[in-house]
């Protein structure tokens, strides 16, 4: 639907388990993003890559582990999260990360429940 | 940090209502992006509006601008049943990796039949 979308949709995951999340665009886009959304709090931003390099991190702790292979797809490691890391992950793209004006395009997210 | 303040938080109106959503932000802007998310899904984009416009027009949507007051408001003309979802103003951030996206906590809109 909107060019760009995520897998697992859910995921239940135990505190000592390791997982990743999957993003994929197929809009021919440049920058790519991981926003972290809980309930009642604004979207926040964690990580952004442009041209498969990481441009920021959004002191985002070291159990969230960013990938990009290249500029279709990313991932989002996860390992030893906490209980309070439960939230709704989205991914995005835009075309790049110099234009104010840029769109950014979401996928559907991934809802993680960490037990 | 948060840039964008929606107001209302939630809002509940009968379809065939006008539905209104005001954003509040803090510092100069480039642009201002309004969108929409349905419920555990995907944001959308609606409208983006640049610092120099006043308003501008989608369908039923209309935005509306005033940089003296740092506030935005999106209006939807006769609601219906399917505009239910979360909205959400964002307004652009520069950083050192070049511009983000600065989103508020959104108004929740229900449109009943």
């Known amino acids: 639907e909107t060019g760009v979308t995520q897998t697992p949709r859910h995921l239940v995951m135990g505190m000592t388990n390791k997982k990743s999340l999957k993003c994929e665009q197929h809009?021919?886009?440049?920058?790519m993003y991981w926003y972290k959304q809980s309930a009642k709090k604004p979207l926040e931003l964690m990580f952004v890559?442009?041209?498969?390099?990481?441009?920021e991190n959004n002191s985002v702790p070291s159990r969230f582990s960013p990938e990009c292979p290249n500029s279709s797809h990313l991932f989002l490691h996860l390992h030893t999260l906490q209980p309070e890391d439960s939230a709704l992950y989205l991914c995005?793209?835009?075309?790049?990360?110099?234009?104010?004006?840029?769109?950014?395009?979401f996928g559907p997210g991934t809802r993680l429940t960490v037990l | 940090s948060q840039q964008g303040e929606e107001d209302p938080q939630a809002l509940s109106i009968q379809e065939g209502e006008n539905a209104t959503m005001n954003c509040s932000y803090k510092?100069?802007?480039?642009?201002l992006q309004w969108y929409r998310q349905n419920s555990g899904r995907g944001l959308v984009h609606l409208i983006l509006?640049?610092?120099?416009?006043r308003e501008k027009h989608s369908g039923r949507l209309r935005v509306t601008l005033d940089t003296s007051k740092k506030s935005s408001s999106l209006l939807i003309t006769a609601s219906r049943a399917a505009d239910t979802a979360s909205y959400f103003c964002?307004?652009?951030?520069?950083?050192?990796?070049?511009?983000?996206?600065?989103f508020g906590k959104g108004t929740s809109l229900l449109v009943t039949p």
């Open positions: 509006i640049r610092s120099n416009e």
């Open positions: 809009l021919g886009h440049n920058a």
């Open positions: 964002a307004t652009d951030l520069l950083s050192n990796s070049g511009y983000a996206l600065n």
């Open positions: 510092t100069s802007i480039n642009n």
């Open positions: 890559y442009s041209l498969e390099e990481r441009v």
């Open positions: 995005a793209s835009s075309q790049d990360t110099g234009s104010s004006t840029d769109t950014q395009y």
